[in-house]
């Protein structure tokens, strides 16, 4: 087989993928357990929420379809998830905000690099669609958590860098494991 005809195996990618926006999933569970129905930002809490939801489903469909295993820290980023979220909702609705653009500054980066990849590629096209269209979402979804006051979190840079370095680490681990 000559290296032009070569598909790389995208497993990794989809797993990685499938695996944030669970965690996103459980982030803004965390969050909405603790502000309910009526704190500052819910509406905009659930409707991320949801466009997350909607992003894992596509993620599990492909994943089902490609035969890709899930990465077998689920059970953990289910807990840490839903953790993060309440512990910065219980922070205030400012930290709660800061953890959205802080993850979605690490997604949009690590969207654009899958992207960069596959379209160098050329070889998925179905993949490099959908990673677009959730990178759109996703920096939707950080400039509203800055327009709503991220930056005026309690210790801002310190909790966005604990947060960005935290992403970062679950990315490469999900990668693989």
Avoid: N
């Avoid at 929420?49 to 994943?63: I, K, P, S, V, Y």
């Avoid at 070889?123 to 950080?142: K, N, T």
Wanted: with cysteine; charged share 30%.
């Amino acid at each position: 087989m000559t290296k032009a005809a070569h598909k790389p195996d995208r497993s990794e990618m989809i797993r990685v993928d499938q695996a944030g926006e669970f965690g996103a999933t459980r982030i803004y569970a965390g969050q909405l357990a603790v502000m309910g129905d009526r704190g500052p930002h819910s509406a905009e809490i659930r409707a991320m929420a949801e466009q997350e939801q909607g992003h894992r489903a596509e993620f599990d469909a492909l994943m089902a379809a490609r035969g890709v295993r899930p990465t077998v820290l689920q059970p953990f980023w289910h807990a840490a998830g839903f953790a993060l979220g309440a512990g910065t909702a219980l922070i205030g609705p400012e930290a709660a905000m800061a953890c959205t653009a802080a993850i979605e500054t690490e997604i949009d980066e690590h969207y654009t690099r899958q992207l960069e990849d596959l379209e160098k590629s050329g070889d998925d096209p179905e993949l490099a669609d959908m990673i677009a269209r959730f990178r759109d979402d996703e920096r939707e979804h950080r400039d509203a958590a800055f327009a709503a006051g991220a930056e005026k979190a309690p210790a801002y840079p310190l909790l966005s860098a604990a947060i960005r370095l935290g992403c970062r680490a679950a990315i490469r681990l999900s990668e693989k494991i």
